[in-house]
């Protein structure tokens, strides 16, 4: 077997079903298995794989294990020749994996192999590709310096722009891709890190072997933000804890050091806390986006289109788009988001067959699920 994709799901039923859905398209020229390994959640997210996705290899864990551990379990699983660690509230492009593989197969010492990501609204994750939070790294990015001059810009990779593929330190383990033979040679996600340092350890252990890994820029998945990134005094602990604990393992230097990491970890941690969007975004007009005769019954003024070239953007009407995903392939509207990415637009998915719409507003914002029927 060519591929396996791990999923590791707490919580997030929705966003697991469109990802699944979109890696089911994928993977439909390729020799791969889906493993979804879900981590004791207290939704559905369980029976509606077993119900949804009957093929798709399901294993439950009767905890939350964690990040590490869930995915380690979900690798010893695996049976393909690479593996792609994927988080639930992402969609991957039809094209993706393909891709990628094709890539990863052209390098000589090859370590993991990361993609271009985009939020909700269609705009870049610069989290995409990282370089090692030295000290003075670390320094940087907690004091904003990288936004000052690329001198600066090692912790976001600003070595190469987001449309430049090119070797770096750190992947996101949003997506990573990597030879599962590799995986397990440096021992997979280390289980001492609960969460949030655990995609930095992993990069960086590939590059102690002497491995190098990649950012891919020519093909894009949507890294939604789901429950389990919600950014509240748990998330703020924790991620405090990781990049502590990342240091001790990897840096052992003087007190001053270790002074200086801790103020940073918890400066650089607080940062990260969810911002408040000070001024509502007022939607004047809805766009659905569908070659289906049915109605969507969600809002009054929703205007119907079954073409994106026949969308014009107007400066001073703030739109949400909604796109029909059995319409539309993935790779398309992926392809519309990043060329209309606009402060007055918002993007929505529209699952027809579950009657949801799913999106996010904002990388900032909890992701956004919304029942609805479907009225023929």
């Known amino acids: ?5 791990i999923i590791l799901n707490y919580n997030v039923r929705y966003f697991l079903e469109l990802c699944v859905l979109s ?3 994928a993977i439909q020229n390729i020799d791969a298995e889906i493993i979804v390994v879900d981590n004791n959640s207290p939704d559905d997210s369980f029976a509606m794989m077993k119900s949804r996705f009957p093929n ?13 551990k869930g995915n380690n379990i979900g690798v010893a699983q695996a049976k393909g020749e690479y593996i792609c660690i994927l988080n639930p509230d992402t969609v991957v492009a039809e094209d993706t994996f393909i891709k990628i593989l094709d890539f990863a197969q052209k390098q000589k010492n090859l370590g993991i192999v990361g993609c271009k990501l985009i939020d909700g609204t269609g705009n870049f994750l610069p989290e995409s590709k990282r370089g090692v939070p030295t000290p003075f790294v670390a320094f940087t990015k907690i004091f904003g310096l990288y936004k000052v001059s690329n001198y600066f810009g090692k912790y976001y990779a600003q070595h190469l722009n987001e449309n430049e593929t090119g070797k770096v330190d750190i992947l996101v383990g949003a997506f990573m891709v990597m030879k599962r033979e590799l995986y ?3 021992g997979g996600f280390d289980e001492n890190c609960f969460m949030y340092s655990d995609d930095i350890d992993l990069s960086y252990m590939v590059s102690l072997k002497g491995k190098s890994n990649y950012y891919f820029h020519e093909t894009t998945v949507i890294h939604y933000k789901g429950e389990s990134t919600v950014k509240d005094n748990t998330y703020m602990k924790r991620f405090q804890e990781a990049m502590n604990f990342f240091y001790k393992k990897h840096f052992h230097q003087s007190l001053l050091f270790d002074v ?8 650089f941690s607080n940062s990260k806390k969810n911002k ?14 569908s070659k289906s005769n049915s109605a969507l019954q969600y809002k009054e003024n929703v205007f119907y289109c079954n073409d994106f070239k026949k969308f014009t953007n107007r400066k001073h009407t703030n739109y949400e788009i909604i796109f029909d995903i059995n319409s539309f392939s993935f790779n398309e509207i992926i392809s519309f988001m990043e060329a209309k990415k606009s402060k007055n637009i918002r993007f929505k998915n529209y699952i027809a067959n579950s009657k949801y719409i799913i999106g996010s507003n904002s990388s900032n914002d909890r992701g956004e699920v919304i029942l609805v029927s479907d009225l023929k």
């Open 23 to 25: 890696v089911q398209k």
């Open 276 to 289: 408040q969007i000070n001024k509502k975004f007022l939607v004047d007009e809805y766009i659905f986006f």
């Open 1 to 5: 077997m060519q591929l396996s994709i």
């Open 260 to 267: 200086f990491m801790r103020f940073g970890s918890f400066v």
């Open 56 to 68: 798709v290899k399901l294993i439950e864990n009767k905890e939350n294990s964690g990040f590490p």
């Open 184 to 186: 397990l040679e440096v």
